[in-house]
Structures are given as C-alpha cells and as structure tokens.
C-alpha cells in the first residue's frame, strides 16, 4: 500500500524556533481559541463522537499518517458536518416561514449517511495533503479502501467529494487542533525552564490526548459535574459548557499538567505554575481538568447520574499543591 512513512516522535524538535516566532504563534493561536470559543453554540462539537474518532484514527495509522493528520481530519470533518446540519436546519426553517413544500427530509438524511464515508476519507485526505513534507494519500490508495468496505466510487466523485468539502469551509481546512497548543505550549515550557523535558512530555502528551479525543464526553461530562457540583447537569448547563469542549487551549494545559503528573509529580506544581503564567488559566482550572483526565486515563468510574458528586481528594490534593506556588 503507498502512502506516507509514519513519523516518529524522535522526528519532532524542540528549542529550533525564536523566541519571536513563538510570540506571535502563541498570541495567534490564542485569538484563534477565544475566537472559537465564542463561537461555539448549537451543533459544535457533536461529529467527534467516539466511533468517528476511533475510524479516523485507524485509517490514518493504516496509512502511516502522522498524528497532527489524524487530529486536523477529525476537525476537518467536525466542522463540514456541523456546516451541514446547519443547512439542513436553515432550509427548514426557511420553508416553515415561506410554506413552501418542504423536501423529502428522508432522502435527504439517507443521501448524508450514504456519503457519510465518502466524506471521512475525504477529510482524511485533504489532511494529508496539509502535511506537505510527507507524501500525500493517493486516490487509488483510498479508492481500493472504500472498495474493500463495499463503496464503489471513481475517481472523479472522490474529487467532487473533496471539493464539497472544501468549497463548504470556504477552502478554509488548515484548522488549529489542540496538538497544535499543545506542542506551542511545550515550546514555550522548555524556555520558562520547566524541569520537565519538553520532549520526555511531548510522547505521553499525544498518548493522552488520544485518549481525550476517544473518550470526550465521560471526560468532559465529568469535568462538567465537578464544575457545578451536580450529578445531574441541566440541559440549559450542558449548552453553556459547549464554549468549554471547544476550548483547546483549556484541553492543551490540562493534557501537559496531566503529563507532567504522571512523569514527574514532583515537578507538576512547577509546571502547571507555567502554564498557569503563559495562558492566564486560573490553577484550580487546570487542576480539575488534568484530574479528570487522570481518572480517565488509569480506568476509574466517574459518578452514575444518580449518585451524588463525592468530593475528589486527588483533585484537592492538585489544587492545594497548585495553590501553594502562589
């Protein structure tokens, strides 16, 4: 099978970037983040569900694909999906006022989930083609994948499908993905002088932010029940914490405080004082986050809906060791 050499971790270097460079990136990057941030309401975030997330990641590592591949396609189908239903949404709204005939949304919905697959590996693709230093996926190369799960396509519907997708984003696809704050973030760690290396946390940081992608609701649901302190969230609740799930620096400084916790625990409070420094992220924050992805990322339950919220020693024991740096 052709396709790109799977890059190593060893491939990725810190310290080779100015200190300018890294100014502006980071400052970028955040307008970029608060940006989405404000814009998140509705169907943000509801395409990265754990099967979708699991089959993107597979097919990229089968392809040999780097990891910011797999992350940028998961983006880039979360947004063209999103882009979807909202036409589908406005489209209806529009033939309710104008009581005009409406379409057969039956089809319609059968016509999405046929093409459904089609699209994934479309985004795959124009993923892989962002990363420019590697060899892209051909379109022999994933015309004989969908052949082999049974869809019959030629080549000139896999371009068309592509040129959905792109023309529905505005050709707007070199998406910021939270492997891209994490990474910036590790960059600046390593000249604040954190005492953990940045390369030793870079490795467990892309482990458990594979973990994040694959488990994203129980993680964030119960980062969401700790915030509130309910078991039982209201909806009203949930919508408001959508502008949180969108918050990749938020999910940057808890997977490298999370890192750095299981590399070096003596070291955490050092490091989550930087990043506390570099993003303005309030400590308990990125306690609660770093200790819910913990829980996650070593197997424990989180609370049944019916059971209260108990209280979370390890997360008071993060946020005490986390105040005392200050």
């Not at 990136?25 to 975030?45: F, I, K, M, P």
């Not at 119960?222 to 914490?241: C, D, H, V, Y």
């Not at 506390?276 to 309030?282: K, V």
Request: hydrophobic share 45%; proline share 4%; glycine share 4%.
């Amino acid at each position: 099978m052709d396709g790109p050499r799977l890059a190593s971790l060893g491939d990725f270097q810190f310290g080779a970037v100015t200190t300018e460079t890294i100014e502006d990136a980071l400052l970028h990057l955040a307008q970029q983040n608060e940006q989405a941030v404000r814009e998140a309401a509705g169907w943000t975030g509801s395409f990265r569900e754990t099967r979708i997330v699991e089959f993107v990641f597979l097919l990229s590592e089968q392809w040999c694909l780097e990891k910011s591949v797999s992350y940028q396609a998961v983006e880039i189908l979360e947004r063209f999906m999103v882009k979807q239903a909202e036409n589908i949404c406005r489209q209806a709204t529009i033939q309710l006022r104008d009581k005009t005939e409406p379409q057969n949304w039956k089809a319609l919905k059968e016509q999405l989930f046929n093409k459904f697959i089609l699209r994934l590996v479309s985004c795959v693709q124009l993923a892989s083609k962002l990363s420019f230093h590697y060899k892209i996926i051909s379109n022999v190369t994933v015309l004989n994948f969908l052949q082999a799960l049974g869809y019959l396509h030629t080549k000139e519907e896999l371009l068309e499908s592509e040129l959905d997708v792109l023309k529905s984003l505005n050709f707007q696809i070199n998406l910021p993905t939270p492997l891209a704050y994490v990474e910036m973030l590790l960059e600046v760690l390593g000249y604040n002088g954190c005492l953990v290396p940045a390369t030793q946390l870079h490795a467990t940081c892309l482990t458990l932010l594979d973990l994040v992608y694959l488990l994203r609701e129980p993680v964030y649901e119960s980062l969401l029940r700790a915030s509130i302190e309910n078991s039982t969230p209201s909806q009203l609740q949930g919508e408001k914490f959508i502008s949180v799930k969108e918050d990749f620096m938020l999910l940057a400084v808890g997977i490298i405080a999370a890192s750095a916790f299981i590399q070096n625990h003596e070291c955490w409070s050092q490091v989550v004082e930087h990043l506390r420094s570099i993003t303005g992220i309030a400590l308990e924050s990125i306690a609660e986050f770093s200790y819910a992805i913990l829980t996650h990322s070593v197997g424990a339950n989180t609370p049944g809906p019916q059971q209260a919220v108990p209280p979370h020693p390890a997360a008071r024991a993060l946020r005490a060791a986390a105040s005392s740096n200050t």
